[in-house]
């Protein structure tokens, strides 16, 4: 859904910077922000299984699997749980 924030410039340059230096998108940036300001702690820590992780970047990403590889069926039944 699109949406029109007003943000103050130097709020809105330094979190492009952020952006930039985690090589992600703003939208992305914004997105994983307000999921942590909105969901209690208690509800992401939930959300977080044993699949995923938060990388480098402070993003969620998919841990290595050790056994086998990811399917394409866990994918989709991770995005079916989440509501994506």
Do not use: C, N, W
Not at 6 to 11: E, G, T
Not at 48 to 74: A, H, M, N, T, Y
């Amino acid at each position: 859904m699109k949406t029109t924030l007003d943000i103050s410039d130097d709020l809105l340059l330094e979190a492009k910077h952020v952006a930039t230096r985690r090589r992600t998108t703003l939208k992305a940036l914004v997105e994983h922000a307000l999921r942590r300001e909105v969901f209690p702690s208690s509800e992401l820590e939930k959300k977080q299984d044993e699949q995923i992780e938060i990388g480098p970047r402070g993003l969620p990403q998919f841990k290595r699997v050790e056994k086998g590889r990811v399917s394409s069926e866990s994918v989709y039944q991770l995005m079916e749980d989440e509501g994506i």
